[in-house]
């Protein structure tokens, strides 16, 4: 029988937001695929191996994703990538893709996940904790309540017309462009409050849209009202 390709989400950041279940999945598996070229880097997997150590002894897929938005660059990374793991299912063996917060929210498991599926192979997904959920919680306030609506939005890309929303909008992954978003977020007349790496050691929390640095890391998520 060919192996099953899962997808599992670790959370945000601090390793007790990892699952039971995703916990449990890693254990059971022999072969670990990351979304990096070193393990060191590799956010995901510094997660994963506080909460399960024996990680450091399954077979390691190094799979590189490049965050680039050059679409050609990204095929050939993805198509690379799905072959690496097919010849594991292929002989049978189950591979566990982890990535950072939930596996259905803007993880590229889905493009692999797209390909493998495309070729015959069975894919599950493990969910995680989604970082807007649990910056919610650091922040000690509800995301959304009664009738609010909720959105959310990748950052990196153009938000005017989200920002016109009814309800809350949740941008991720502002960092690059945060002072062009503080910008738009200040014209519209809103709100904002920030968590930049959420649960991990450097994480840094803003109040309101004026203690928001104009630059800050990849994982900074805002909350809009």
């Known amino acids: 029988m060919a192996g ?24 059971e598996l022999n072969v670990i695929a990351i979304p990096h070229k070193e393990k060191a880097l590799c956010t995901a997997y510094q997660i994963a191996v506080q909460a399960v150590p024996e990680i450091e002894e399954k077979k390691c897929l190094y799979l590189h994703m490049p965050m680039v938005k050059d679409q050609e660059v990204l095929n050939k990374s993805h198509d690379e990538a799905a072959k690496t793991v097919m010849e594991y299912l292929a002989g049978g063996e189950d591979v566990g893709f982890i990535t950072l917060g939930d596996v259905s929210i803007y993880s590229t498991f889905a493009y692999l996940a797209e390909r493998v599926e495309k070729e015959g192979y069975e894919t599950r997904l493990e969910s995680g904790i989604p970082s807007f959920c649990a910056v919610a919680a650091r922040l000690n306030i509800p995301l959304v309540t009664g009738a609010e609506e909720l959105h959310i939005i990748p950052a990196s890309y153009q938000i005017s017309d989200a920002l016109k929303l009814s309800g809350v909008k949740v941008l991720m992954k502002a960092g690059r462009q945060m002072k062009a978003v503080k910008e738009e977020i200040r014209n519209f007349g809103l709100q904002a409050v920030m968590v930049e790496n959420c649960g991990m050691p450097e994480e840094r929390i803003y109040h309101s849209l004026e203690e928001i640095p104009d630059t800050a890391g990849y994982y900074s998520l805002l909350i809009v009202r």
């Open 4 to 27: 099953i390709m899962y997808g599992i989400g670790v959370g945000p950041g601090d390793p007790e937001f990892m699952t039971l279940k995703a916990v449990r999945r890693i254990r």
